[in-house]
């Protein structure tokens, strides 16, 4: 359509070259319709920028509507946001040097958003789970999260909040060396958390080892999604906490197709709020990307990996990794390819954008895409 408008512009302007000069000259016409198309093609292009130096991004957006993203490099974690809608970020921010920090193969820090402002969890090669929370421009180290010494070993957990609740779940090997899935609460933004809850222990002795758990917070109720190891198969499930974590349900098999598997595939999906107390997931099976909704078989989105979802008045968006790049779609199955990179995190912002933050040679990039 870009293409169209610039050469309909060209075309007008050629006209009015007609009417000023004898005898036009071909080149000067072609010239114009580049320019035009160029001009047009720019005013539509996804907007990219720089964020800083690192990897595996994290990213959410607050009460106020400003976008918060946290990352690793080295042994440093690092804060940016921005306030207009992912079109510039603050310049990065040094929030704390945490010896042998994880910050790589799905292993990063997380944010949340809580009524009483940022928190953020890493997690360090020792297997401990730190807290930092933001009061107006300082990060302040908060607490430790793992109430049992050096427990997460893998680093892979998963951090959400919706008001005043906080909930944070990993793998824990704490007892007989096994990985399964623990979790604790904060009810004051991160600063405290209670005593370490099991959410789920595996009959078949361990969760799948290496792919990390998702969690998801709405009021007091507490959604966690993980992938699990029973008769060789390493499918998803989905188990739920009516009273933030206190009780837990049964833990249900999402799809209906098992993937058999003697490795990890250090994949471990993600889901969405769709509606008040629904949720949608999307996750990997070999090389093929699956969205279900509990209780209902999987839909085929694509083929790849690394996916994840955001929506926005229940309607929903994916992305994930495909020959290398980042591919972005939504429901509909509309598709756009945002070119080379890894580890994305997707925020829908309103109706017609959102913002994807990802790494690309070493370094944090958003683009913001229209929708």
Request: aromatic share 10%; with cysteine; proline share 4%.
């Amino acid at each position: 359509m870009e293409e169209f408008i610039g050469a309909f512009v060209a075309y007008f302007l050629y006209l009015q070259y007609i009417d000023d000069m004898a005898t036009p000259k071909p080149t000067f016409f072609v010239i114009i319709m580049m320019l035009a198309i160029f001009c047009f093609s720019s005013a539509n292009a996804q907007q990219t920028s720089k964020i800083g130096n690192g990897q595996m991004p994290a990213m959410v957006m607050d009460q106020s509507g400003v976008l918060n993203v946290v990352y690793g490099r080295e042994d440093s974690l690092w804060f940016s946001s921005s306030a207009d809608k992912g079109g510039t970020f603050s310049a990065p921010k040094l929030i704390t040097i945490l010896p042998g920090l994880a910050s790589s193969h799905t292993r990063g820090p997380q944010i949340a958003a809580t009524a009483n402002g940022l928190v953020v969890t890493a997690a360090n090669d020792e297997g401990n789970i730190f807290s930092y929370t933001k009061k107006q421009q300082q990060w302040t180290r908060a607490a430790r999260v793992n109430d049992a010494d050096t427990i997460a070993k893998e680093g892979l957990m998963s951090l959400s909040a919706d008001k005043q609740n906080a909930f944070a779940v990993w793998l824990d090997v704490r007892g007989n060396r096994r990985n399964k899935i623990y979790g604790a609460a904060s009810f004051d933004g991160g600063k405290t958390w209670s005593k370490n809850i099991p959410v789920y222990i595996s009959p078949g002795k361990t969760v799948c080892e290496c792919c990390k758990p998702s969690v998801l917070v709405s009021g007091n109720k507490v959604f966690v999604m993980f992938r699990n190891i029973l008769k060789g198969n390493r499918d998803l499930y989905l188990i739920q906490s009516g009273d933030m974590g206190k009780h837990w349900g049964k833990a249900e098999k999402l799809g209906t197709g098992n993937w058999k598997l003697n490795g990890c595939p250090m994949d471990g999906g993600a889901f969405a709020m769709t509606g008040k107390s629904e949720v949608t997931t999307i996750w990997r099976r070999e090389g093929k990307i699956y969205t279900a909704t509990p209780g209902k078989p999987e839909q085929l989105v694509g083929e790849g990996k690394g996916c994840i979802i955001d929506a926005i008045s229940g309607k929903q968006y994916f992305a994930w990794i495909e020959n290398g790049e980042i591919v972005i779609t939504d429901e509909g199955g509309s598709k756009k390819v945002l070119g080379k990179g890894s580890q994305p995190s997707i925020k829908v912002i309103d109706q017609k954008h959102l913002v994807c933050v990802y790494t690309k040679d070493e370094q944090v990039m958003a683009t913001v895409v229209d929708i």
